[in-house]
């Protein structure tokens, strides 16, 4: 969910070994390779950086974003006056 809208719910997120981010379209199966690195803030906060992605819709996460909750099943971050919500899968 991105600033409330699901518009962006087809898509899944792969957090792969050496900063490698596999972007998944779940209708029609399209694939895109971005990065993404950690970092900490000044507030002693986690930063996730997201870059190098450039399919439609989903390039609209590129930026720097901060983890404000993290639960066992999502990641809310903000990036200014955006939030983002991850679910969780683990498969």
């Not at 991105?2 to 779940?26: A, V």
């Not at 986690?46 to 404000?68: K, M, R």
Request: hydrophobic share 30%; glycine share 8%.
């Amino acid at each position: 969910e991105l600033n409330g809208d699901d518009n962006l719910i087809t898509y899944r997120l792969d957090f792969n070994d050496g900063q490698e981010l596999i972007i998944t379209n779940t209708e029609n199966d399209e694939t895109v390779t971005g990065t993404w690195s950690t970092s900490t803030n000044n507030d002693g906060g986690v930063d996730v950086l997201f870059d190098g992605i450039s399919a439609p819709d989903i390039q609209s996460i590129v930026g720097n974003w901060t983890v404000v909750e993290c639960t066992a099943e999502q990641l809310i971050f903000h990036r200014d006056s955006d939030q983002m919500t991850l679910d969780k899968v683990c498969e």
